[in-house]
């Protein structure tokens, strides 16, 4: 989940420590928790495992997909079964995972030479199935709907799929 105070992540460190963690792995935190992690990593050096991150420094360990070239492949063979209106669906509106493949989608159709709209992409939810099956009615049931939807995790697909039969 996302730390919400500095006292909170210190918390955090301090339990790794006296329970003796061998490390930390933090997954798709913000800039401002990165840095509260540099920052505490001072009190506490343990090992930080980086997994998904709006990262902008180097670390020693960081985990992440090639959303580039999985999207590229993924909308090119869209593009190549005759789909023109392709819209993106990503998780919550304040994850920065969501940030970075909606900017990859939209950088994607443009060299691709689809149209982008401000509806091709849209941020929806990791988990809550009632605001992804919303948006999936207002695409679906808009003047111009999508013929296909690429969605940025499993879960949001299942539902996509489900609420679209």
């Known amino acids: 989940p996302y730390l919400a ?63 580039r070239s999985g999207l590229c492949e993924a909308v090119q063979h869209l593009k190549d079964l005759g789909h023109r209106n392709i819209v993106h669906f990503g998780g919550s509106p304040v994850s920065p995972l969501t940030d970075k493949r909606t900017a990859i989608f939209l950088e994607v159709l443009r060299d691709l030479g689809l149209p982008v709209a401000p509806e091709s992409a849209r941020a929806t939810d990791w988990e809550d199935a009632a605001i992804i099956e919303a948006a999936t009615d207002e695409v679906l049931d808009s003047p111009s709907p999508p013929t296909a939807i690429v969605c940025g995790a499993d879960a949001i697909a299942m539902t996509v799929i489900r609420r679209a039969r």
């Not at 790794?16 to 930390?24: K, Y």
């Not at 505490?40 to 020693?60: D, G, I, K």
């Open 5 to 67: 105070s500095r006292s909170e992540l210190n918390a955090v460190f301090e339990r790794c420590a006296n329970w003796r963690m061998d490390g930390v792995i933090a997954v798709g935190l913000k800039q401002d928790a990165l840095e509260s992690i540099a920052q505490e990593m001072q009190n506490h050096p343990l090992p930080v495992v980086y997994v998904e991150t709006s990262l902008q420094q180097n670390t020693e360990m960081f985990i992440g997909n090639d959303d």
